[in-house]
């Protein structure tokens, strides 16, 4: 699971959260394929037949979701949902799960809750399928869409005019560095030494996609995971955050625009670009804060309690869990990472842009 997203915490920007969720949704796609690789912020089903408790395909969730529930850890969409609506694609892209040859061509979305940069991480959870594996599945349907398309050339010219999103890190930390009962990491690392080493692990595997035939990138940042509600109540510090997580994460992404840019210099045809969660849930304004509490009743995972009863008006809420935003903070982080509002937003590219280039 994705346990991330810093407290969006004024009355004002809740409400500008409803006013964001009118979407202008281009006629045709912009681009001519969307592929998606993270863990529980877009998992949209690929869990729900693994053996884990990172799986989200019972009520509540999807109360709000057309098509109800689906496996997605929020109440209707996910910001990789609200992403591809923006890019102009009729329908949602189709989970690895269950994806027909048809389907394929439009894209894929690979997300798998639990799942991290580290072979490892979230292994706690049971089932998961880590961005390594996400790469490999993703190069059998690179393979596919050769065998479909009949000219290897088409398909590679084809790919590059793709966005590919990647949003990961976050089980690195909650399910794996800060769980020293489970794993050894924290013991073998100082935090600023596991951002170095977990940053030079996504370098090879962000290489790897490129390798694949992937041009128009857009890598996550992860936003101040020790705000969220479980991992409050779980430290029980007393503040309205953890600011140990909140330090140790900052290490990792104070090095993802810099391995942006490196990639960029390296390959003069790649297009990566970094998206600053952060940057995009700082509060603004001023007012009265919204309480760091999830919609949902919650198990001691964090999840919601199978068959609960969540609160009544979700667009008021940020957390639908104990983890995971609502729709209305989806479409947020969303339409700020398409269209950037201030210049840390998103560096050098928005995603709008990016889909232009």
């Known amino acids: 699971m994705a346990r991330e997203l810093s407290p969006l915490n ?23 394929c969307y ?29 709000d979701f057309p098509e109800g529930v689906s496996g997605r850890f929020t109440n209707n969409r996910t910001l990789a949902d609200i992403i591809g609506q923006l ?13 027909t040859d048809q389907d394929i061509s439009t894209g894929v979305n ?41 000219n290897s050339t088409f398909t590679k010219d084809y ?25 050894p990491t924290s013991r073998i690392y100082n935090t600023d030494r596991y951002a170095e080493v977990l940053v030079q692990q996504y370098s090879t595997q962000l290489k790897t996609l490129y390798n694949s035939g992937a041009r128009k990138i857009a890598v996550f940042g992860l936003g101040q995971i020790g705000c969220t509600p479980a991992e409050i ?12 997580i909140n330090d140790a994460v900052k290490l990792f992404n104070d ?20 998206i600053n969660i952060t940057s995009i849930s700082a509060p603004q304004g001023g007012g009265e804060s919204v309480p760091n509490v999830p919609c949902c009743p919650v198990r001691e995972d964090g999840q919601c309690v199978p068959n609960s009863i969540p609160c009544p008006v979700r667009d008021l809420s940020v957390y639908y869990d104990g983890f995971h935003p609502t729709d209305i903070a989806n479409s947020v982080l969303a339409t700020r990472s398409f269209t950037a509002v201030s210049s840390t937003d998103a560096s050098p590219y928005d995603i709008s842009q990016l889909a232009q280039l």
């Open 233 to 244: 109540a779980m430290f029980r510090t007393g503040g309205p955050c953890v600011d140990s």
């Open 110 to 150: 690979y997300g798998s809750g639990g799942a991290g940069i580290r072979e490892e991480s979230g292994r706690n959870l049971g089932g998961r399928i880590s961005l390594s594996r996400q790469l490999v599945n993703h190069l059998a349907i690179t393979s596919r869409l050769t065998l479909m398309q009949r």
């Open 159 to 183: 790919l590059k005019k793709c966005i590919y999103i990647v949003n990961m890190g976050s089980n690195d930390y909650i399910n794996n560095y800060f769980m020293p009962n489970e794993y």
């Open 35 to 63: 592929f998606i690789f993270g863990d529980s912020l877009v998992d949209n089903g690929n869990n729900n037949n693994l053996r884990t408790m990172a799986k989200a395909n019972y009520p509540p969730y999807g109360i």
């Open 255 to 274: 090095r993802l625009k810099p391995l942006v840019d490196q990639l960029n210099k390296d390959n003069s045809d790649a297009r990566f670009t970094f």
């Open 10 to 32: 004024s009355v004002l920007m809740v409400l500008g959260f409803i006013l964001a969720r009118t979407l202008v949704v281009a006629s045709q796609p912009q681009v001519p």
């Open 87 to 99: 890019l102009g694609f009729p329908d949602f892209i189709p989970p690895y799960a269950n994806l």
